[in-house]
């Protein structure tokens, strides 16, 4: 089969849906499918604009991005790829991915999107964002859902909006994890050694970013200082670190909240299993679509603790599979690290319990070609 994933980012740039879309690409082209990927050149501005990485087919268009975080559009389409697929898989219904799916649906190919953060816009910080973002967004899933053959979601939020308040049923296709992880032997001691780290420590990962909510994390950590004298908070992941440096010098905790910027993916498995726990305290619906980082915890029996925002209250019950806080609430934010840092027996229980509803990629993937294929028969 002749598959197509379109998203904005690919490998080298670091985004949670890149490597999404990297996971299902090389495991279908692993499986014998010729994959491609149409993606943006944004963030991969030295890579060549085509390139094969690990049996992939990799297509970079030109692209417009303003100075903001969105939208980016293409100035070019690759026709030629496009009009030989046999399924068109779109991950999310970005102003990118819903104009190269517009030109394949002109040419009569199927398309499968995944239709993810609807409505999300209406609580994001920004007000102007806050103010017009929910009619932009609303324009670009109308279209989107015009657009696709098959409606798939990976999260329960997302089901039960596009359900109740668009009349939508969409298909449940979640990200999955390596199969591997869960079997792994812990990598803590080699993590700990390699980083000079004695302490317990709590650990943030994902995007250096206002919407994560690392700036609540770090005020929570003053907080927590005054009662747990030993525990720190290790910081994970690609964005500027200035700003949040300087809080932490502010506050007098310097010494209680380390950055280690982007780690590869096996550094990063070795930071969780050395963590007490991993905390989110993102401040918005916007910033929580599904969270893989989430899954690769339990897969590492380790416990979670986020903000109730996004999917985030469909995945983790409260006191069942992890804690779940107040967004912006340093306080709140605080007592549930402590109690976890204070209750081993209550981390174990956690961590153990998040593993029991894990899907692995291999899984994921078996139900999308079986999608697909079926997407393809009805269009014929």
Request: net charge positive; with cysteine.
């Amino acid at each position: 089969m002749r598959i197509i994933h379109v998203h904005v980012t690919y490998w080298p740039v670091v985004s949670g849906l890149g490597i999404v879309a990297q996971k299902l690409a090389e495991g279908m082209a692993k499986l014998g499918h010729e994959v491609h990927v149409i993606t943006s050149t944004r963030g991969a501005e030295g890579r060549p604009r085509y390139e094969v990485l690990n049996g992939v087919h990799v297509h970079r268009v030109r692209s417009l991005k303003p100075p903001y975080e969105n939208p980016t559009y293409p100035l070019e389409y690759p026709v030629d790829v496009i009009k030989h697929a046999d399924i068109i898989h779109s991950h999310h219904q970005s102003l990118f991915v819903t104009k190269i799916v517009e030109k394949a649906k002109d040419l009569g190919i199927p398309i499968v999107m995944h239709i993810m953060s609807v409505d999300t816009l209406n609580d994001y910080p920004t007000s102007i964002i806050r103010l017009l973002g929910p009619l932009y967004e609303k324009w670009l899933l109308k279209k989107a859902l015009r657009l696709a053959d098959v409606k798939l979601v990976k999260s329960y939020r997302d089901m039960e909006i596009l359900r109740n308040k668009y009349g939508i049923e969409a298909i449940y296709v979640p990200d999955g994890i390596d199969e591997e992880l869960i079997a792994l032997p812990s990598m803590a001691k080699e993590f700990r050694e390699r980083l000079g780290i004695e302490e317990p420590f709590v650990i943030y990962i994902g995007r250096i970013h206002k919407l994560k909510g690392v700036d609540i994390l770090i005020k929570a950590m003053s907080i927590v200082s005054k009662e747990i004298k030993n525990l720190k908070a290790v910081i994970i992941g690609p964005g500027n670190q200035k700003r949040y440096k300087r809080s932490v010098e502010k506050l007098g905790i310097k010494e209680r909240v380390l950055f280690l910027g982007y780690l590869g993916e096996k550094t990063k498995i070795a930071a969780l299993d050395a963590s007490t726990a991993l905390v989110l305290p993102s401040i918005c619906n916007y910033a929580e679509a599904f969270s893989l980082v989430t899954s690769e915890a339990w897969a590492r029996n380790k416990p979670v603790i986020a903000s109730a925002v996004g999917e985030m209250p469909y995945r983790i019950k409260h006191m069942v599979n992890g804690l779940l806080v107040p967004p912006r609430n340093p306080k709140a934010l605080a007592e549930a690290i402590m109690l976890i840092a204070t209750d081993k027996n209550l981390a174990m229980k956690l961590g153990s319990e998040g593993k029991k509803n894990l899907v692995t990629w291999n899984e994921v993937i078996t139900k999308l070609l079986q999608i697909y294929t079926k997407a393809k028969m009805q269009v014929e």
